[in-house]
Each structure stands twice: as C-alpha cells, then as structure tokens.
C-alpha cells in the first residue's frame, strides 16, 4: 500500500506559469523526498527535506514540510516545457531501513 | 561518474517461466533498493540490501527475491511469473539508506508477461 496521497493528480499548466502540489502522509518520518519521472523512465531525486525543516529551496523548487499535519507542498516556479513529467513524493519512514513509500503522483503538463 | 545501471532494459517472458534482473549500483553505494512500478499500483518497495544483506522486505510473495553480491551488485528473481507481475522493475543505490539521503534510479527493466 502507499505512504501517501498527491493532489492533484493531474496539472496543466502553460510555461512561465508556477506548478504546485501536495502531498499527505500517514506515519512519522525521517525525511520527505520528491522525484521527478519522465515517461516510464527511472526516477530522478528533486530535494530532500528533513523532519525538522519546514522549508527548503533548490534552484526554481520550494518544498515545505508540516509534520503536524503530514504534509507537504512543491512548488514549481516559472515551469517550462521541460518540467513536463510525473512528480512522486516519497518519505523515509522512522521505523523502516532503506524504504521508501511513495505517492500516487502527479502528472504535470506545462504547453509552450 | 556512471549511473546506476540496470540490465535487461526490456523483456518479454510467459507466464510459469522465471525472470532474472541485474543492478549495478553507482560505485562506491553500498545500499541497493528494488521498486516495483505498475499503473494500478503506482511505486511499490520490494526489498532492500546492504552489505549483502537484505534489510528490509515489501509485502510480496515469495517468488520475489533478491541478492546482493561483495561488489554491491544486485540481482532479483520471480519465479513462476504470472500475468500482474507485468511492470516496470526500478533499482536504486544510496551512499548509505533511506533515512540520511536520497536514492539513485536506474532506468529500469520492463517486463512483460505474456
């Protein structure tokens, strides 16, 4: 079964335009980690923030995190053509070595 | 530095015959992790090695398995495939686990079963 729940499961949205999504979890956890997935590729690691972050930045990506109420955001900013993939938000549990659960996803569509 | 490499990239088997798939972890990782990716199912852990040894298992049956080798090489085996076992096969290497940092994804092994 999965950790979490994403919402929306799908987004269109056209370029230059911000890009955000949620993410709910069920357990404690260690870490809060978002992938990016192109097409039936491999997963591709975006940012990774810890439980005792609420916030962190990483080029045109804000993440946050609320362990109050499990859940986290991704904003993308000023998205491009290439930003167009599945987004999967994937936590560490505490109680668990070397697994992570992940989300249903989010399947972003940024049109030129 | 190389990626992490999985191998067969695609593969087409039926039902009843078994299924051998091969990662090679980023030099120097010493945790390698299988997910089973399906449409209905989404991303699902299945077991997860270090140093040889499998910490932690997903809820699979026992015709899933896997192994690592001294080189940090992992190979996983389902026997007596069955027609749901269809997927996208994903392995992924840390430095160390999970819980200090982030996973590296192969491009994964598609299976088929007919």
């Known amino acids: 079964s999965q950790q979490g729940e994403e919402d929306p499961q799908a987004l269109s949205i056209q370029e230059g335009e911000n890009a955000t999504m949620n993410c709910s979890y069920k357990t404690s956890i260690n870490n809060l980690q978002w992938y990016r997935q192109n097409s039936g590729r491999g997963l591709v690691h975006l940012i990774l923030?810890?439980?005792?972050?609420r916030e962190k930045h990483s080029g045109r990506l804000r993440v946050t995190l609320d362990t109050s109420k499990k859940s986290s955001s991704l904003l993308i900013t000023a998205s491009r053509a290439a930003d167009t993939a599945s987004y999967f938000c994937?936590?560490?549990?505490?109680?668990?070595?070397?697994?992570?659960?992940f989300g249903a996803g989010t399947q972003v569509v940024v049109t030129p | 530095k190389a990626g992490v490499t999985q191998t067969p990239r695609y593969l087409i088997k039926t039902r009843g015959q078994q299924v051998t798939l091969s990662c090679s972890p980023i030099s120097g990782h010493r945790s390698v992790s299988w997910y089973q990716q399906t449409p209905g199912q989404g991303l699902q852990f299945l077991f997860e090695y270090f140093s040889e040894t499998q910490r932690n298992k997903g809820n699979f049956p026992g015709r899933f398995s896997g192994r690592q080798f001294s080189n940090s090489r992992s190979e996983m085996n389902v026997s007596t495939l069955e027609l749901g076992d269809s997927a996208l096969y994903l392995c992924?290497?840390?430095?160390?686990?999970?819980?200090?940092?982030?996973?590296?994804f192969g491009e994964g092994s598609r299976l088929t079963v007919l």
């Open positions: 994937a936590t560490a549990p505490r109680d668990s070595w070397g697994k992570l659960q």
């Open positions: 992924a290497s840390s430095l160390y686990d999970t819980n200090t940092g982030e996973l590296f």
């Open positions: 923030i810890r439980s005792n972050e």
